[in-house]
């Protein structure tokens, strides 16, 4: 009871902990494995995966502390509304990281690649550099090395995997009313479907990365576009994989009944990084595989 009350009078400051120097550590192998892995140079595949099981056991024990201090009722209100604050701006972050390359995409296409082609001040250049180079997109530039390549369709797999996505934020917001009512039968099937739906996604993805290399010539090295189009889906498909794994955890969490219609944080944290991976692939839609 003294534990309970001290943690509503003040703001909890946890004990010296030795998981800020493993996160340093892991990363610091993860780096170092992957540029001594790329540069094909002894010993770096085993270094990296080792960094990245680091950061693994890292991630399990830290947030395992969190969750029995929140269980040991030492939050307040404050100690909720910074966890909030966080998760906010930790989202904020990654909205500017898709922005950039959304920007970059919107430069080649409506800035750079219609001065390759002719268009404005640069009409000499292209004269001669590039006369014969027609600004049509998709494109791989002006010198195109990989070959041709057949640009990837909205109506196929794309839209499937759009109707996937979207139908697992219904069934997360339907586990969050679950939630705030108290059914906890509703609230653990609701996270299921979140956790199945968002692996095949990335299941579907996966094979639509196989048939671009396999059967339209679409790879990395087929300049602006693919460069472009593998950097916005891969790094989407990523989120979904860290999104499904804090579901996953979440999902643990609701089966052991963590969470109550009051204190559920960490369903929370994870709703919101899940819908914000549900806005991103609407735009990829649109702009990567519709237009």
Request: hydrophobic residues 55%.
């Given at each position: 009871?003294?534990?309970?009350?001290?943690?509503?009078d003040?703001?909890?400051?946890?004990?010296?902990s030795?998981?800020?120097?493993?996160?340093?550590?892991s990363?610091?192998?993860?780096?170092?494995?992957?540029?001594?892995?790329?540069?094909?140079?002894g010993?770096?595949?085993?270094?990296f995966?080792?960094?990245f099981?680091?950061?693994?056991?890292?991630?399990?024990g830290?947030?395992?502390?969190?969750?029995r201090?929140?269980?040991?009722?030492?939050?307040?209100?404050?100690?909720?509304?910074?966890?909030?604050?966080?998760?906010?701006?930790?989202?904020?972050?990654?909205?500017?990281?898709?922005?950039?390359?959304?920007?970059?995409l919107?430069?080649?296409?409506?800035?750079?690649?219609?001065?390759?082609g002719?268009?404005?001040?640069?009409?000499?250049?292209?004269?001669?550099?590039?006369?014969?180079?027609?600004?049509v997109?998709?494109?791989?530039?002006p010198?195109?090395t990989?070959g041709?390549?057949?640009a990837?369709?909205?109506?196929?797999?794309?839209?499937?995997?759009?109707?996937?996505?979207?139908?697992?934020?219904?069934?997360?917001?339907?586990?969050?009313?679950?939630?705030?009512?108290?059914?906890?039968?509703?609230?653990?099937w609701?996270?299921?479907?979140?956790?199945?739906?968002?692996?095949?996604?990335?299941?579907?993805?996966a094979?639509?990365?196989?048939?671009?290399?396999?059967?339209?010539?679409?790879?990395?090295?087929?300049?602006?576009?693919?460069?472009t189009f593998?950097?916005?889906?891969?790094?989407?498909?990523?989120?979904?994989?860290?999104?499904?794994?804090?579901?996953?955890?979440v999902?643990?969490?609701?089966?052991?009944?963590?969470?109550?219609p009051?204190?559920?944080?960490?369903f929370?944290a994870?709703?919101?990084?899940?819908h914000?991976?549900?806005?991103?692939?609407?735009?990829?839609?649109?702009?990567?595989?519709?237009?």
């Amino acid at each position: 009871m003294a534990s309970a009350q001290h943690g509503q009078d003040h703001y909890y400051v946890p004990e010296s902990s030795p998981w800020p120097i493993v996160a340093m550590i892991s990363a610091l192998l993860m780096v170092f494995g992957l540029a001594l892995w790329i540069n094909a140079v002894g010993l770096g595949a085993w270094i990296f995966f080792a960094g990245f099981i680091l950061l693994a056991v890292m991630f399990y024990g830290w947030f395992s502390d969190v969750v029995r201090e929140n269980l040991s009722n030492v939050y307040n209100a404050q100690v909720s509304r910074s966890f909030r604050q966080g998760m906010f701006w930790f989202i904020a972050s990654e909205v500017f990281f898709f922005l950039s390359f959304f920007g970059a995409l919107f430069y080649l296409r409506t800035i750079a690649l219609p001065w390759l082609g002719g268009e404005g001040y640069l009409a000499m250049t292209h004269q001669l550099l590039y006369s014969g180079f027609e600004a049509v997109w998709p494109s791989a530039g002006p010198q195109p090395t990989a070959g041709e390549f057949e640009a990837m369709g909205a109506w196929g797999i794309p839209a499937l995997n759009t109707a996937i996505l979207l139908s697992s934020g219904a069934t997360l917001t339907w586990a969050h009313w679950a939630l705030k009512k108290n059914d906890q039968k509703q609230l653990i099937w609701g996270l299921i479907a979140t956790v199945v739906l968002g692996f095949i996604f990335v299941g579907f993805q996966a094979y639509e990365y196989i048939h671009a290399y396999r059967d339209l010539n679409l790879t990395l090295e087929q300049g602006i576009y693919g460069s472009t189009f593998f950097m916005l889906t891969g790094f989407h498909g990523f989120h979904v994989i860290v999104g499904a794994i804090m579901l996953l955890a979440v999902l643990g969490r609701a089966i052991k009944g963590h969470f109550s219609p009051h204190n559920h944080f960490a369903f929370e944290a994870a709703a919101w990084y899940w819908h914000f991976v549900d806005v991103v692939w609407l735009a990829l839609f649109v702009f990567v595989y519709w237009l």
